[in-house]
Nanobody
Framework: QVQVVESGGGLVQPGGSLTLSCVASGGIPSTYNQGWFRQVPGKKREFVAA????????YYADSVRSRFTIPRDNAKNTMYLQMNSAKPEDTALYYCAIDVQSSVYIDDDAEYDYWGQGTQVTVSS
């Protein structure tokens, strides 16, 4: 059974940085998509960034491109979300997810099979 666990959320000041971690374990195939999504109350879950383990390509939402990156430590099955130049509109519950089918629709949350419990990020002074 695949398990996904996020950590690292917290309070960060506008313009500051924060790093989230996502550890995946348990029967993960060699090719899969691993992504970050976020959600605020009353709104639809939003794509943030993802990597295709099949070809190594990385995708970012326009709202975070050039500010966020997703470094990986493959030996530890860990993916990070490095958040830089944080903005108040980045405040959300952040989720990590795994798509074991490696769908081409990498930014569609409906394609993901396994989700973490979420970690809260608040950007405020």
């Amino acid at each position: 059974q695949v398990q996904v666990v996020e950590s690292g959320g917290g309070l960060v000041q506008p313009g500051g940085s924060l790093t989230l971690s996502c550890v995946a374990s348990g029967g993960i195939p060699s090719t899969y998509n691993q992504g970050w999504f976020r959600q605020v109350p009353g709104k639809k879950r939003e794509f943030v960034a993802a990597i295709s383990r099949r070809d190594g390509k990385i995708y970012y939402a326009d709202s975070v491109r050039s500010r966020f990156t997703i470094p990986r430590d493959n030996a530890k099955n860990t993916m990070y979300l490095q958040m830089n130049s944080a903005k108040p509109e980045d405040t959300a519950l952040y989720y990590c997810a795994i798509d074991v089918q490696s769908s081409v629709y990498i930014d569609d949350d409906a394609e993901y099979d396994y989700w973490g419990q979420g970690t809260q990020v608040t950007v405020s002074s």
